[in-house]
Nanobody, 123 residues
Framework: VQLQASGGGLVQAGGSLRLSCEAS????????MAWFRQAPGKERDVVGA????????YYTDSVKGRFTVSRDNAKLTVYLQMNSPKPEDTAVYYC?????????????????WGQGTQVTVSS
């Protein structure tokens, strides 16, 4: 599967931004999907993940209550709605996919990666 992330840009703290990740391939509906982010000099860490059917959802603690992961299997797309972003959310955001019916939340569990989209939150 190939992934194409989009929607990044410059946003003010307290604003909102929605990232999209469009996948190719008819098997998208069987894939667990996730968003990761990587700030300069830091590791690539999970932001949120969503199971193949959208029922299982995971968030890292720092974004709970502010970010929302969702998916539209008919459109082969997964979203990351970022509300009330903070300057510390500034990073390159990556979407990832794996043929897994569970809800993996670690980088090593994901096989397919998008190219990344830059998100910069100004204070």
């Amino acid at each position: 599967v190939q992934l194409q992330a989009s929607g990044g840009g410059l946003v003010q703290a307290g604003g909102s931004l929605r990232l999209s990740c469009e996948a190719s391939g008819r098997s998208f509906s069987r894939y667990a999907m996730a968003w990761f982010r990587q700030a300069p000099g830091k590791e690539r860490d999970v932001v949120g993940a969503i199971s193949w059917n959208g029922i299982g959802i995971y968030y890292t603690d720092s974004v709970k209550g502010r970010f929302t992961v969702s998916r539209d299997n008919a459109k082969l797309t997964v979203y990351l709605q970022m509300n009330s972003p903070k300057p510390e959310d500034t990073a390159v955001y990556y979407c990832a996919a794996d043929n897994d019916y569970g809800l993996p939340s670690t980088r090593a569990r994901y096989t397919y990666w998008g190219q990344g989209t830059q998100v910069t939150v100004s204070s």
